[in-house]
């Protein structure tokens, strides 16, 4: 009796030892057959990670921002445009500041694009076909500094290719170019009020009598 129970313990222990995990039983089977171990884990499953899009910005200026902002909300390939001040000395200006020219900042827009989609030369391009890039401190009726045309650049490559920009726009007038090249300052987001101004305000006097003329002038609407 007792001889039997030691060959059903001694069965047992041989069973429990040939068991294997799952990784140790493939690592055996690849040996076999002259494979590389592989681990059986959650990772193999995995499948591969898209590449995430790309975003880069650009900052520039060219009169009232409600006028900028409309148009480059027109292009594919921009994600989002924000309408706020920079260039002074202040922080946080606000609106009331900003119009008495006195605070130094200028009306820009900062546009979040996809450059695989819109590149940085075409961002420019369309800059210069929507405000006059002559006039001093002015766009139309809008007089005083804070209207002022102005690229702030983000990179050196950025500063290469307005500063070619401006050299190759200015064989177009007769007027000097007088865009400003300047290294990006801080960035203020405008009220809200302001943002999207043309997309909530489509029938207000200055979206009527200055907006939409722009906008079907470079056959955006």
């Avoid at 009169?63 to 260039?87: H, I, L, P």
């Avoid at 043309?198 to 906008?215: D, E, H, R, S």
């Amino acid at each position: 009796m007792n001889d039997i129970l030691i060959r059903i313990c001694l069965v047992g222990l041989m069973a429990l030892g040939s068991c294997k995990t799952g990784d140790e039983q493939l690592s055996l089977e690849n040996n076999k057959i002259g494979k590389a171990p592989t681990k059986m884990n959650k990772e193999n499953l995995k499948p591969s990670k898209e590449v995430p899009k790309r975003e880069e910005v650009a900052i520039i200026g060219g009169g009232c921002f409600w006028c900028t902002e409309a148009v480059f909300e027109m292009f594919d390939g921009v994600k989002e445009v924000v309408s706020g001040y920079a260039g002074g000395a202040s922080k946080n200006p606000t609106y009331k500041e900003i119009c008495t020219g006195k605070s130094g900042h200028a009306e820009v827009i900062k546009i979040v694009y996809d450059p695989t989609v819109i590149s940085y030369p075409k961002i420019l391009s369309v800059f210069g076909e929507c405000h006059d890039p002559t006039t001093l401190n002015r766009q139309g009726a809008d007089v005083g500094t804070q209207y002022r045309s102005t690229i702030m650049y983000l990179s050196e490559e950025q500063q290469k290719i307005a500063e070619a920009w401006k050299n190759k726009l200015t064989e177009n007038f007769i007027d000097p170019v007088v865009t400003e090249i300047v290294k990006a300052p801080v960035f203020y987001a405008a009220e809200d009020y302001h943002q999207d101004y043309y997309k909530k305000n489509p029938n207000a006097g200055y979206c009527t009598f200055v907006i939409k003329p722009k906008l079907k002038k470079l056959k955006l609407e």
